[in-house]
């Protein structure tokens, strides 16, 4: 069957350390993969989209790799804030005109 | 510029009362999408459509109607509404294969 899985438990790290969080999927065959963070109460924010002939992409403090041979993402916050807390969903694209979203891995940033 | 915005913010139903929710986009987006987050489950694809006068199943289909008169309108309808379909809904849009843009929200109770 077709899933998607994200990192299983929540992850805390100390403010000024790399977060990195891991998507893997099963099943698919994604010409792109997506990166959005959620806020409590709020909706998910586009971060970036990685497609399946780019090896990493970055912007800013954010880097996302896309390996699919070993079907995996992943997602590296470097110097990490307090602010960065937050929710952080994969999503790849079903080549169906949509994209499936992971679970998500809640992330906190401990000063 | 609004971006997405999804009407109303909150609602409590009585079983078996119907309601819309309203998604509207002002970005000229040809495809809006609704989805459903319910905790430990993610974000469930409930029904999409890639333009003007159509419409798709998602993933969890039954007991949601929707319509896409106007491009920039999608409609969720509920007929009879059940406590199963207790929920925070979020509706999209996007442009191709770029990220999606979401609204704020629904928190919908049915009691």
């Known amino acids: 069957s077709q899933k998607i899985e994200q990192n299983s438990e929540a992850l805390n790290i100390q403010e000024g350390k790399t977060a990195t969080l891991t998507c893997n999927y099963t099943n698919y065959s994604p010409a792109y993969l997506q990166w959005y963070r959620q806020d409590p109460g709020r909706g998910p924010v586009f971060l970036l989209l990685i497609r399946e002939n780019e090896k990493e992409k970055r912007k800013e403090r954010l880097k996302v790799t896309f390996d699919t041979t070993l079907k995996q993402s992943l997602f590296h916050i470097t110097a990490s804030q307090p602010a960065d807390s937050a929710t952080y969903l994969c999503?790849?694209?079903?080549?169906?005109?949509?994209?499936?979203f992971g679970p998500g891995t809640s992330l906190s940033v401990i000063p | 510029n609004a971006g997405v915005t999804q009407t109303p913010k909150f609602r409590v139903l009585k079983t078996g009362q119907s309601m819309t929710l309203l998604c509207a986009q002002d970005m000229n987006h040809e495809y809006m999408y609704w989805y459903r987050q319910d905790p430990g489950m993610g974000l469930r694809l409930i029904h999409y459509s890639v333009g003007e006068g159509t419409t798709a199943k998602g993933e969890v289909p039954d007991g949601y109607n929707v319509s896409r008169l106007k491009k920039q309108n999608f409609l969720l309808g509920l007929e009879s509404a059940a406590p199963s379909q207790t929920s925070v809904y979020f509706c999209?849009?996007?442009?191709?294969?770029?990220?999606?843009?979401f609204g704020s929200g629904t928190r919908l109770t049915v009691v």
């Open positions: 999209a849009s996007s442009f191709l294969d770029y990220g999606y843009t």
């Open positions: 999503a790849l694209d079903d080549r169906y005109d949509k994209v499936i």
